[in-house]
């Protein structure tokens, strides 16, 4: 554990959700290579680095955490893991099936960092780096079954591209000094992540953070520079993203004073009022995750 002051710059070192076991494309993800992550109970896949106790924040508070960059390491690793994904195992995309590894190499950008880099997947194909917290979590009040598997209103595992460099990350805490946990960072990630396996790599994150006394909050929210964010994991989708507007429309009333109805009719009529799928993992236990966004410069 570390003890941090509100508004104290800290760093974190976090290793990738595979434990480093994939170096190169010969590793594998075949159990004789990962046995040692999945072979224990609870698994030690996604490891998370923790907890961070922030002073001054207790039980009933919000945790607010400032991420003020994101530097992957020089590579990252994705997988194809057999029987997991959208996929599994099909033979129609047989050339889909696993095991498969590949590894992107991660190049500095102008920061002369890997902050603002270049994602290099092949001689032809290359990207722009855009490093995510893929876990951040406060330390719920009940013991959840391990780091993959345990979403909530504190967080978890969310595969979230907006937990970016930049944003503002809204944590219930359930008990004293918040406990922070935040790993499994992805040098990027599409939307979905159907595979359910992104640029998965080691990384810094520099973060911050502050404390709202006696703010309650339902799941976890996010603000970026131009938007509000309503996060919420759960499955069936439409389930998921029809709780995570009625709690943005709550945001928006009791935070921002637009009026029940304005803050309702917009859900439908607003044009930049955005429903992101984070991450939707078949084959697998995970919640899917979703996000509606909604533009600041909407608001009164």
């Known amino acids: 554990m570390i003890r941090v002051e509100q508004g104290e710059q800290f760093a974190v070192e976090t290793e990738d959700a595979l434990s480093g076991r994939i170096k190169s494309e010969v590793d594998l993800p075949v159990p004789s290579h990962m046995k040692e992550l999945y072979s224990v109970q609870p698994n030690k896949g996604n490891p998370v680095a923790g907890p961070i106790y922030v002073e ?53 950008g102008p920061s002369g960092t890997t902050s603002d880099g270049r994602a290099i997947y092949s001689e032809k194909l290359s990207w722009d780096l855009r490093p995510m917290i893929g876990t951040i979590a406060t330390a719920p009040e009940r013991v959840v079954f ?113 009026s029940m109805r304005d803050a309702y009719l917009q859900m439908s009529v607003n044009p930049d009022v955005r429903v992101n799928v984070y991450q939707m993992v078949q084959g697998g236990k995970l919640d899917y995750t979703v996000g509606v966004e909604y533009p600041k410069k909407y608001l009164p």
Request: with cysteine; aromatic share 8%.
């Open 56 to 108: 001054g924040a207790e039980k009933g508070d919000v945790l607010v955490v400032n991420i003020h960059d994101i530097k992957p390491r020089e590579q990252g690793a994705s997988v194809i893991i057999p029987g997991f994904g959208a996929l599994k195992d099909s033979y129609e995309w047989a050339e889909c099936r696993g095991p498969f590894s590949k590894i992107l190499r991660h190049i500095p």
């Open 146 to 258: 391990d780091t993959v598997e345990g979403q909530g209103p504190w967080g978890g595992n969310m595969d979230c591209r907006d937990v970016c460099k930049g944003s503002k990350i809204f944590l219930p805490v359930y008990n004293k000094g918040g406990l922070l946990f935040v790993g499994d960072v992805h040098a990027t990630q599409a939307d979905t992540e159907l595979t359910g396996v992104a640029d998965e790599c080691a990384a810094e994150s520099q973060l911050s953070c502050e404390v709202l006394k006696d703010k309650a909050i339902p799941f976890v929210r996010i603000e970026k520079k131009n938007s509000l964010i309503q996060v919420n994991c759960y499955r069936p989708i439409e389930e998921a993203i029809s709780q995570a507007m009625n709690w943005m429309m709550d945001w928006l009333v009791r935070d921002h004073g637009l």
